[in-house]
């Protein structure tokens, strides 16, 4: 199994930065799409950011020219840097990867516990 453990959020005053890390551990082969997605009371989950393992980047237009993700793949560990935040940023920010348990097992997906972001106005 993937275990994934997320941390940075907080409490930050708009215009602030904050910056994320998730850490992946447990038995697994290796591990492909690394990702960021967040959730805004009474809305529903949003993509924010994605990495391939490749390092090529992809981030949500929301989010563009603010937020930068990035990957360690030695440390198995994806970041956001969160620069520039605004009240609407505000959400609870959830890392996502695709990894697979062994060389020969399907790609699966797996979801970390989330983190709180609150920007301030």
């Known amino acids: 199994q993937v275990q994934l453990v997320e941390s940075g959020g907080g409490l930050v005053q708009a215009g602030g930065s904050l910056r994320l890390s998730c850490a992946a551990s447990g038995s697994f082969f290796g591990i492909s799409i690394m990702a960021w997605y967040r959730q805004a009371p009474g809305k529903q989950r949003e993509f924010v950011a994605s990495?391939?393992?490749?390092?090529?980047?992809n981030h949500a237009d929301s989010v563009k020219g603010r937020f930068t993700i990035s990957r360690d793949n030695a440390k198995n560990t994806v970041y956001l840097q969160m620069n520039s935040l605004k009240p609407e940023d505000t959400a609870v920010y959830y890392c996502y990867v695709v990894a697979s348990l062994s060389r020969s097992a399907p790609l699966k997906d797996y979801w970390g516990q989330g983190t709180q972001v609150t920007v301030s106005s």
């Open positions: 990495i391939t393992v490749g390092s090529r980047p």
